[in-house]
């Protein structure tokens, strides 16, 4: 069963800095689309960042400019790095891998932004 680990999380002050890290257990990452989805509370989960296995990578409007999302294959991870984080940006950040027909989720990492 494949599995991915997140971390990373933690409180920051507005305009602080914040890296996520989630790492897979997978031969194939490099064949993989992995991203970065966010719920807080009472709300959807919703799409922040994804890089295709190609490396395109696609951000939510609210994130651009301010967030970046990188792999290593050769460490089957994924990163988000994430600069200038505001209040609006608390929530549980859960990391995605998707595979032909296969989808897995992280367990989540709380990240809080508060001053």
């Known amino acids: 069963q494949l599995q991915l680990v997140e971390s990373g999380g933690g409180l920051v002050q507005p305009g602080g800095s914040l890296k996520l890290s989630c790492s897979a257990s997978?031969?194939?990452?490099?064949?993989?689309?992995v991203g970065w989805f966010r719920q807080a509370p009472g709300q959807e989960r919703e799409l922040v960042a994804r890089i295709l296995s190609t490396g395109r990578r696609n951000y939510a409007d609210s994130v651009k400019g301010r967030f970046t999302i990188s792999r290593d294959d050769r460490k089957n991870t994924v990163y988000l790095q994430m600069d200038s984080l505001k209040v609006e940006d608390t929530a549980v950040y859960f990391c995605n891998l998707k595979f032909r027909e296969y989808e897995y989720w992280g367990q989540g990492t709380q990240v809080t932004v508060s001053p």
């Open positions: 997978t031969r194939i990452f490099s064949a993989t689309h």
